[in-house]
């Protein structure tokens, strides 16, 4: 499992609440990353950081920000939880380098339900 | 913009039939391509790398450069293959993103 935890697991929330989803790497990965999984959407790219401090928009970001002031944990944060939102979201980690190609490693996902 | 399209949302097919599942992409580099799979309610794993060759639980996949495809392929289907099947593009570049496709949901009957 790449040692990839996230928490929570699952939750809801209700619509205007904030709401932080965390995603922890155990093996010092430089690039995270987060989507989401929507059906018939497949898996979209929310954000993804490339190092502490060093982030980036993904083709999803509205609605989205990110932190990450530690190599192990990249946080999402929804500023005001919309029903839009939603979803399964994933945590990812790349491993360029220990490999030729740049495949990536999920985390288990949390399931999201804003009402 | 790379793209990647899996025209198939579901496929249903009987235990011990052969099993395609389709990928095209659009990319105008040199690309890499990557086949995810999704147990029920599991994480993402990885399956197959293009560049590796490589038969993983008995699937293949060849990256067809001419028609841009990189179709999954297993001669004899199992019940617990029974999964989502993503498609995956890397551009390369230095943030290693990837694009999905959006995943075909294969149900293999007894």
């Known amino acids: 499992d790449a040692g990839i935890t996230q928490s929570p697991r699952h939750k809801v929330t209700e619509t205007g609440t904030p709401v932080t989803l965390r995603c922890h790497q155990t093996?010092?990965?430089?690039?995270m990353y987060w989507y989401r999984q929507d059906p018939g959407h497949g898996l979209r790219l929310i954000h993804y950081?490339?190092?502490?401090?060093?982030?980036d928009k993904g083709e999803v970001s509205d609605g989205y920000s990110v932190s990450r002031s530690k190599t192990e944990d990249f946080l999402l944060t929804l500023e005001s939880a919309t029903s839009s939102q939603t979803s399964v979201y994933f945590c990812a980690i790349s491993r360029p380098g220990l490999a030729i190609i740049n495949e990536q490693y999920f985390g288990p996902g949390t399931r999201l339900t804003v009402t | 913009a790379q793209r990647v399209t899996q025209p198939e949302k579901l496929l249903s097919v009987f235990k011990g039939a052969p099993v395609e599942l389709k990928c095209n992409y659009s990319?105008?580099?040199?690309?890499?391509l990557f086949w995810y799979v999704q147990y029920s309610r599991q994480r993402l794993q990885l399956l197959l790398r293009?560049?590796s060759r490589e038969s993983i639980k008995g699937f293949t996949a060849d990256l067809n450069k001419g028609e841009t495809s990189f179709h999954l392929k297993k001669p004899f289907a199992q019940e617990e293959d029974s999964a989502m099947y993503y498609c995956?593009?890397?551009?390369?570049?230095?943030?290693?993103?990837?694009?999905f496709g959006k995943g075909t949901l294969l149900t293999v009957n007894p």
């Open positions: 093996e010092n990965h430089r690039y």
């Open positions: 950081s490339y190092g502490v401090k060093d982030t």
């Open positions: 995956a593009l890397s551009s390369g570049g230095s943030n290693y993103k990837l694009t």
């Open positions: 293009h560049i």
């Open positions: 990319y105008s580099g040199s690309p890499e």
